[in-house]
Every structure is written in C-alpha cells, then in structure tokens.
C-alpha cells in the first residue's frame, strides 16, 4: 500500500479530496481514516455507496479538523474497471485545501486481457507546512 505525505497548513482550513474518473473508468471507493498507522480500525467517511462513472469530480470533506490531521492516516480504497470496449483505468485523487491543490495521485494503468477490474489502495499522511 503506497503511503503518500500531503504537506497542508493548520491556519487554511478544511481539506477536501476530490476523486475524478476518466471516461472510460467506472468503479466503487471508500473513504477513511484512523488516528494513527496502528490504530484497530478504519473510519468510513462520506457517503455510501462511492461510486465514479462520469468524469466528473466527487468532492468530500475530509472530516478532520485542521488542528489534528497531523494524526490522522486517510486510505482511499477502489475497485476500477475500464468501460466495456476499453481497457485503461485512470482515476485522480486531488487533495485541495484553500482553493489550491495540495497532492494529487493519478493512476493510468491498462489492465491485462482477461482482468476484469483491479484494487487499489492508498494512504495519506498529512505533514504540515512551515512557513
């Protein structure tokens, strides 16, 4: 599981993360959160069922008061199949805090003939910016 830093500020406010589908991308997610790496179990945040089909952005609050996220672990869990006739999966994560994008992930794989979808799993630690 690839963990990723976002750098933040605790003064800018809310965070949010935005996750975009290409076209030809459709699949379910599931947002979360714990306090710390060791933590017994996963918070699911947003609502349910996550699901991206369209090329356009969901956007969700991070449910996290600035203060804390240095605590905090954020996991995007997704289930991504290319659209029948294609066979690329790409979905962005785009984490925005301030009107400014503060980390993006992308991913653009092509899957093997036969694959069907494919698991992804990402987490986020947040490190804040010291001016």
Same mark, same amino acid.
């Given at each position: 599981?690839?963990?990723?830093? +976002? ?9 949010? %993360?935005?996750?975009?589908? *290409? $076209? ?6 599931? /947002? ?5 790496? /060791?933590?017994?179990? =996963? ?18 609050? +991070?449910? +996290?008061?600035?203060?804390? /996220?240095?605590?905090? =672990?954020?996991?995007? /869990?997704?289930? !991504?199949?290319?659209?029948? *006739? ?6 962005? !994560?785009? $984490? ?14 092509? =899957? ?7 698991? !992804?799993?990402?987490? !986020?630690?947040?490190?804040? %910016? %010291?001016?």
């Amino acid at each position: 599981m690839p963990e990723e830093t +976002v750098q933040f500020s605790r003064i800018a406010g809310p965070v949010t %993360v935005e996750i975009t589908s *290409g $076209f030809s991308t459709a699949g379910p997610y599931i /947002l979360a959160c714990r306090r710390d790496a /060791l933590g017994a179990h =996963l918070v699911e945040f947003g609502s349910t069922p996550k699901f991206i089909d369209d090329d356009i952005a969901d956007i969700h609050l +991070v449910p +996290v008061a600035p203060e804390a /996220l240095d605590q905090q =672990l954020v996991v995007i /869990l997704g289930k !991504y199949r290319p659209a029948f *006739g294609h066979t690329q999966v790409k979905v962005t !994560y785009r $984490f925005q805090q301030a009107a400014q994008t503060i980390h993006t992930t992308e991913i653009a794989e092509t =899957l093997d003939a036969g694959e069907a979808f494919r698991r !992804y799993t990402h987490s !986020y630690r947040f490190q804040e %910016v %010291v001016a």
